[in-house]
């Protein structure tokens, strides 16, 4: 008969108690969850990058609802208990619901602090603790305006950054005179203030707040020296408190926390508690690492041994805000028994600085590069003596005897208890066993059963060398791709965080995203170009040098230097004036070869670089425009005669064929786009070999989507099928501009769709009509400064250099 254990929080403490109570003693127990929030276990040190919208939700759930069924977990969601009756063991809650126990866990965290000043009750003053507070954040930034942060701390400066990042004006006002004072020293709180500056975030240091402002709602704010700021939101992020109300009401011990022994186990035997709440040996923890080595101990009490005890824990403190790389451990005050090493890089903006006592290191501030945090951190908990190590500690462990060291062999010269992660604090003894006795091989798996990388995953290489030492070759990495040498990040990272940070210029990617090079490469500036066109249309100015060439100047350049023009036909239909005219132009400008193309156009080929100008201008004169056959970009779409002369012809294919190249020419995608409309299931069209075909049929258009007919043959799939020429436009629309945004560079629509899965663009694009409404909607905004003929701005003068020759040279004179 399994005992009954109630935990009163759904937090990360008892989450992680739990997980270990199911590994140690399976069955054991029959548990009952009560959680003030009306929502699951969630990470919430990634609050985060939720404000900054570098991550949703979904992407930092701990355990979703499966998890909860899995173990036969009771989960009652919302309801806080307001009474715990230790003499019939059971805990009550605000509706009413009760639960007996054999077994009580308290995990009821911690309340943020609010300052007592006047106006602190007023709408739009919030704090910063969980989800709730996220959302009361992202709705006030969706209006704009000013932001003032209260609190220089961890907290308060990654809601800084969050909102910054949402378009908010932010101002941070801390009371000290540096910021995070408390894991920082002065020189590196000063380059963090620069970087805060840099970003636009203004910090005013040794600013107190004397009052809020406002009557209804938050105005703005008075600081003692009398300076008022406006604000239409001001977060509270200035510490918190442990939550002991109900424990002392239930008459636990209680102090500053919830008071517990080594065992974790409150004044009542049979009460444990665990997390935030807690307070042991005289110290209260807001770091999560600590809170996971206290849910272990809780978990083998309650698993039956009796042993298992924890004995405090030495902290380290990252800073979650992308682009800024900050760690800090231990005791740095300065003292008389105690030594600096110091190393600067201004340039680089890097500073490091080990404080040791009696040859051991009792601090450590990082910033500018943190990768050697970890093993500074492991040489200070356990107070090893570095005499030996000194001459070349501050460079790090890959220095350690004064020449670099295989990155692997210091890996693997870490003991099983040296830290990994330190989010979750796991470490490498726990990974290399569990990868082992799971027969884990890829960093998902790693990451599912151990945590190790799955918070702000700036672990995660180190996680990889641990894989790699334990798993040898049967480990691929499944870490993404970098997109270049430039960067070690993936196209679908640069993307995010280019939306997420606001970024708008290729320098500003470059610089807030950590590039290797000063001005990228030939991989990387075109990509970074298309990524920002396609996220901010209305304020990203395209950037020439950073296109191939054919895309510079706007057609094709041939295997003998000269260049070939295809002017666009919409649907495949042209007229006499249009071939007068083309014919006209080949004889003028002596073009050699006029050519039909597989795509239902005239391709005019060999036409001189210093001629294309010229050409141009006497095609538009014609009313033809560019038929962007260079481009990465809508092509061509393709038609038969339908109805109008096709005895088999169900739809007017070519009426169709020109309305969507009409609506959707001049759009950049990742890759070139070609169409297709087909008025029969005969497909003379060819559509079911396009990137996007139409087979039109009596009771309406079937849509596909995905196909090639170049370096890879590939057939067409089935999108879906629309009774009406509006909705066929509409979806068509609504998947190029999903297309767009998640394709990576170079990367056609027939690989995107093999890699993010047809059934999710089905979902995307089909089925969620509320979704393929917003993709039309932003593909219509982004054509509203896509559809310009280059070749008219180049007749007017635009790039006219590109088209000038360097010198012009006689035959002797070049021979000379």
């Not at 009756?85 to 943020?112: C, F, H, K, N």
């Amino acid at each position: 008969m399994p005992k009954k254990l109630v935990v009163i929080g759904n937090g990360m403490a008892a989450g992680h108690a739990l997980e270990e109570l199911f590994e140690r003693a399976p069955g054991d127990y029959e548990v009952t969850i009560f959680g003030a929030e009306p929502r699951v276990n969630y990470n919430r040190i990634m609050l985060s990058p939720v404000l900054s919208g570098e991550k949703a939700y979904e992407d930092i759930l701990i355990h979703d609802d499966a998890w909860y069924e899995t173990h036969g977990i009771t989960l009652h969601r919302g309801k806080q208990v307001v009474e715990i009756d230790r003499m019939a063991r059971r805990v009550i809650a605000a509706d009413g619901t009760a639960a007996e126990y054999d077994q009580l866990l308290v995990a009821t965290g911690s309340m943020p602090f609010v300052v007592p000043i006047p106006g602190a009750t007023l709408p739009g003053v919030v704090t910063y603790r969980d989800l709730d507070d996220v959302h009361r954040m992202l709705e006030a930034a969706q209006g704009g305006g000013h932001a003032i942060v209260i609190g220089g701390g961890l907290l308060g400066l990654e809601a800084a950054a969050g909102l910054r990042a949402q378009g908010m004006e932010v101002t941070v006002l801390h009371l000290m005179p540096t910021l995070m004072e408390r894991q920082l020293d002065p020189s590196a709180g000063y380059l963090l203030q620069k970087a805060f500056e840099d970003r636009g975030i203004a910090v005013r240091c040794k600013a107190n707040t004397h009052a809020i402002l406002g009557d209804t709602q938050v105005t703005g704010v008075r600081l003692d020296d009398g300076t008022e700021l406006p604000a239409d939101i001001v977060v509270m992020a200035v510490g918190i408190r442990p939550n002991a109300v109900l424990a002392k009401d239930a008459g636990l011990e209680t102090n500053r926390g919830v008071l517990v022994g080594d065992d974790m186990r409150t004044s009542d035997p049979d009460i444990f508690s665990v997390g935030e709440c807690v307070e042991h040996r005289g110290l209260c923890y807001g770091l999560v690492a600590p809170l996971y080595e206290m849910a272990k101990v809780v978990a083998a009490q309650l698993a039956g041994d009796r042993t298992a005890a924890y004995t405090g824990s030495v902290t380290a403190t990252k800073l979650k805000v992308t682009g800024i790389d900050l760690f800090s451990a231990g005791d740095f005050g300065e003292a008389k028994d105690r030594q600096d090493i110091v190393l600067r890089d201004a340039a680089r903006g890097i500073y490091k600085r080990l404080v040791l006592k009696e040859n051991r290191i009792v601090g450590a501030v990082l910033y500018g590069e943190t990768g050697d945090g970890s093993w500074f951190f492991d040489l200070l908990r356990k107070e090893t003596d570095v005499t030996d190590l000194r001459d070349t500690l501050i460079f790090g462990q890959s220095y350690v005897g004064g020449a670099p060291l295989d990155p692997m062999a210091a890996v693997a010269a870490l003991p099983d208890d040296a830290e990994i992660c330190g989010c979750n604090g796991v470490c490498k003894g726990k990974i290399v066993q569990t990868i082992t006795d799971k027969g884990l091989s890829t960093l998902a798996e790693v990451r599912a059963h151990t945590k190790a990388s799955a918070s702000c995953g700036t672990c995660t290489g180190l996680v990889e060398q641990v894989m790699t030492l334990t798993l040898g070759d049967k480990f691929a990495k499944s870490a993404v791709e970098p997109m270049c040498g430039c960067t070690d990040l993936g196209h679908d990272d640069v993307r995010r965080l280019i939306r997420a940070a606001g970024l708008k210029s290729i320098p500003a990617v470059m610089q807030e995203l950590g590039w290797k090079t000063s001005c990228g490469c030939a991989k990387c500036r075109p990509a970074l170009n298309y990524y920002l066109l396609c996220d901010w249309p209305e304020e990203y100015e395209d950037d020439g040098r950073s296109r191939f060439i054919n895309e510079r100047i706007h057609a094709n350049i041939q295997k003998d230097g000269t260049y070939s023009v295809v002017p666009r036909m919409w649907g495949g239909l042209t007229n006499p004036r249009e071939l007068r005219a083309i014919a006209d132009v080949a004889e003028k400008y002596n073009i050699p070869t006029v050519k039909v193309t597989g795509g239902q156009r005239i391709d005019l080929l060999g036409v001189r670089k210093e001629d294309l100008p010229a050409v141009w201008a006497d095609l538009n004169d014609a009313g033809m425009v560019s038929g962007h056959a260079y481009a990465k970009g809508l092509r061509t779409v393709k038609t038969c005669v339908g109805t109008e002369w096709c005895r088999f012809g169900t739809q007017d294919s070519t009426g169709l064929g020109v309305k969507i190249e009409k609506f959707m020419w001049g759009s950049w995608t990742p890759a070139k786009v070609k169409m297709g409309v087909s008025g029969c299931p005969r497909n003379c069209a060819e559509s079911t070999c396009k990137d996007v075909g139409v087979i039109c049929v009596d009771s309406g258009f079937e849509i596909h989507f995905a196909g090639a007919a170049g370096l890879h043959i590939k057939g067409t799939q089935i999108l879906c099928k629309v009774p009406d020429e509006d909705e066929c436009i509409e979806v068509i629309a609504a998947l190029t501009q999903l297309y767009r945004e998640q394709g990576h560079y170079l990367e056609r629509m027939y690989k995107w769709a093999d890699r993010v899965g047809v059934d999710s663009i089905k979902a995307t694009v089909v089925e969620d009509l509320e979704k393929r409404r917003a993709l039309y909607e932003r593909f219509v905004i982004s054509q509203r400064n896509a559809q310009v003929d280059p070749w008219a701005e180049r007749v007017a003068g635009r790039d006219a250099h590109e088209f000038r020759p360097m010198a012009n040279f006689t035959l002797a004179e070049a021979a000379e």
